[in-house]
């Protein structure tokens, strides 16, 4: 059996992230691994549900103590941002593995630094994909109101925030440019909105808090491909609430899992798990 313990210093720093894409790099080399949240910060049960849900591990779905982790062929878990790492990791007799957004240190632990302006070796780079909200936490933090709610809802990722219209192109050309992306624009910019929907928006926001065109949501409600939000204050103010998502937001949807693997894959060579494993 081996155990591997996953820690950050700070809330954010992409402990989530490594954790989930060291155990999608063990179980695609052909190891049993089980997933675990260790319990005492307040994203632990987000964490630890967000774990039952992979398929390609075993989890509890609810935060465990650090006295009663379950056994497996390898465990990797997760500790609560800003605990003692390694008293910890020798308490569950466990390798320990430190994430930074810069250089980390510490004696006998593999240390990753996260969110690297370019990507190797035990280095993963800034992900426009992996710092994306949902729809869902976009709506919540715009304070906005659901007037259409696309097949994917609230999960649905957003790479992009795009206001339209800013550019001489026509609104939808310049919108399909950008995949996963929200389009902000006026509640009476009719013609903005169905460009919006044409080209595939995960969520059309419309800012000022008047009612859109009738027209506008019935092409919104017959495809439920775009979730229609309405915002109560304007274009401006409603990309400042949202844009500080970008980042901070827990990590959570099926795409970021499969790109946590890929880009620990691609950090963390044969070698390094070896030593993880030993």
């Given at each position: 059996?081996?155990?591997?313990?996953?820690?950050?210093?700070?809330?954010?720093?992409?402990?989530?992230?490594?954790?989930?894409?060291?155990?999608?790099?063990?179980?695609?080399?052909?190891?049993?691994?089980?997933?675990?949240?260790l319990s005492g910060d307040s994203r632990a049960a987000g964490d630890a549900a967000?774990?039952?849900?992979?398929?390609?591990?075993?989890?509890?779905?609810?935060?465990?103590?650090?006295s009663s982790v379950p056994d497996g062929a390898v465990v990797v878990i997760e500790?609560?941002?800003?605990?003692?790492?390694?008293?910890?990791?020798?308490?569950?007799?466990?390798?320990?593995?430190?994430?930074?957004?810069?250089?980390?240190?510490?004696?006998?632990?593999?240390?990753?630094?996260?969110?690297?302006?370019?990507?190797?070796?035990?280095?993963?780079?800034?992900?426009?994909?992996?710092?994306?909200?949902?729809?869902?936490?976009?709506?919540?933090?715009?304070?906005?109101?659901?007037?259409?709610?696309?097949?994917?809802?609230?999960?649905?990722?957003?790479?992009?925030?795009?206001?339209?219209?800013?550019?001489?192109?026509?609104?939808?050309?310049?919108?399909?440019?950008?995949?996963?992306?929200?389009?902000?624009?006026?509640?009476?910019?009719?013609?903005?909105?169905?460009?919006?929907?044409?080209?595939?928006?995960?969520?059309?926001?419309?800012?000022?808090?008047?009612?859109?065109?009738?027209?506008?949501?019935?092409?919104?409600?017959?495809?439920?491909?775009?979730?229609?939000?309405?915002?109560?204050?304007?274009?401006?103010?409603?990309?400042r609430d949202i844009e500080g998502l970008y980042g901070t937001a827990p990590f959570?949807?099926?795409?970021?899992?499969?790109?946590?693997?890929?880009?620990?894959?691609?950090?963390?060579?044969?070698?390094?798990?070896?030593?993880?494993?030993?």
């Open positions: 059996m081996a155990r591997i313990l996953v820690a950050a210093s700070t809330p954010g720093a992409g402990a989530t992230t490594v954790a989930v894409g060291l155990a999608h790099r063990l179980a695609y080399a052909g190891h049993q691994v089980r997933l675990e949240r967000m774990f039952a849900s992979l398929d390609f591990c075993s989890s509890s779905g609810t935060p465990v103590d650090a500790a609560p941002a800003g605990s003692d790492a390694p008293a910890l990791a020798s308490r569950l007799g466990a390798k320990l593995v430190l994430v930074g957004s810069g250089s980390v240190a510490a004696g006998g632990a593999l240390t990753i630094t996260n969110r690297a302006r370019k990507g190797g070796a035990l280095t993963i780079p800034e992900d426009r994909l992996l710092a994306a909200p949902t729809v869902g936490q976009i709506a919540e933090t715009s304070r906005a109101r659901v007037l259409v709610r696309s097949q994917e809802g609230d999960r649905a990722v957003v790479e992009h925030i795009v206001i339209g219209a800013i550019s001489h192109d026509s609104a939808d050309t310049y919108f399909e440019r950008f995949p996963r992306k929200a389009v902000v624009c006026r509640a009476e910019k009719t013609d903005l909105g169905l460009a919006a929907l044409i080209t595939g928006a995960e969520v059309l926001i419309l800012s000022g808090g008047n009612d859109p065109s009738p027209y506008l949501l019935d092409r919104a409600g017959a495809s439920r491909a775009t979730t229609v939000l309405l915002a109560p204050e304007g274009t401006v103010e409603t990309v959570s949807h099926p795409s970021k899992v499969e790109r946590a693997g890929e880009l620990i894959a691609a950090a963390v060579d044969d070698a390094a798990l070896a030593s993880l494993l030993s």
